[in-house]
């Protein structure tokens, strides 16, 4: 073999494994595969809210599903949620926002429940509201700018949502979530928690440093009495929008966890 051809083949067999480092680089890391995420929306919000977050779970193999809430009671979200964890194959690690706390500390005592995440969300204990967790406490600003319509249920105003709901995110992209916000009944605010999952599941809690909505200090003290794994982000309520790897890590690190 002459010289020119072994230096040939020896600059095709040197790139063909750069390639091949490249593309084992470039390929994500598929080891949570047989894990599922189930998500769970709050109040003013539909499962788009977790259209950032979801890309970054899947890249790990986990299976994703967004519920789609009606925000009509705790009865009625925590049932749609349930139909979700009972369509999962394997173990399951429940997400909620906001209201969607509410929402996974009483889905969560279904079996497949392995972990429950907290995204700046309310976290009952067992025989509690909303209500009863703010008792006592300075109504926030954004309550005066809430919008009843004739069947009871609550909207944000833009402004609410801008300077309030998520302060951190474009004024362009706020205006969005303002236009296509979930109506919420005013009612769920009373709707009482029957047994708080987190007393038997392990728990994780990303505290938004930045919520206007849910005072952080509230969710410190929510996440302390759970004795859940704190994450804590500079962000707004939607902490899962305008700081999405975060939140995704959050979940990543709780999945890796469950058996």
């Not at 429940?113 to 600003?141: E, M, R, T």
Request: aromatic content about 6%.
């Amino acid at each position: 073999m002459n010289t020119l051809l072994k230096k040939i083949l020896t600059s095709a067999l040197l790139l063909g494994s750069l390639f091949s480092l490249q593309a084992a680089h470039a390929a994500p890391v598929q080891d949570l595969k047989g894990k599922n995420v189930v998500l769970v929306h709050g109040a003013f919000a539909d499962g788009s809210s977790w259209d950032k977050v979801i890309p970054l779970l899947e890249a790990r193999g986990l299976h994703v599903v967004a519920v789609q809430n009606p925000l009509s009671s705790l009865s009625d979200d925590v049932a749609a949620t349930r139909r979700v964890i009972e369509q999962q194959d394997g173990p399951v690690v429940l997400v909620g926002h906001s209201w969607g706390g509410v929402v996974v500390t009483q889905a969560g005592n279904e079996d497949k429940v392995k972990s429950l995440v907290y995204v700046a969300a309310f976290a009952p204990d067992s025989g509690q509201s909303i209500n009863d967790i703010v008792k006592g406490k300075p109504a926030p600003a954004w309550a005066s700018a809430l919008q009843k319509d004739s069947a009871g249920f609550l909207t944000l105003s833009t402004d609410a949502v801008i300077h309030q709901f998520a302060q951190d995110l474009p004024p362009a992209q706020a205006r969005l979530i303002a236009s296509t916000q979930g109506p919420w009944f005013a009612g769920c605010t009373d709707d009482k928690v029957t047994t708080a999952a987190w007393h038997t599941k392990p728990s994780t809690f990303v505290v938004a440093g930045m919520d206007h909505m849910i005072d952080p200090r509230l969710q410190e003290a929510m996440a302390s009495q759970m004795g859940a794994t704190v994450t804590r982000v500079n962000a707004s309520h939607v902490a899962m929008v305008s700081q999405p790897k975060a939140v995704a890590d959050a979940i990543i690190a709780a999945a890796s966890k469950v058996q």
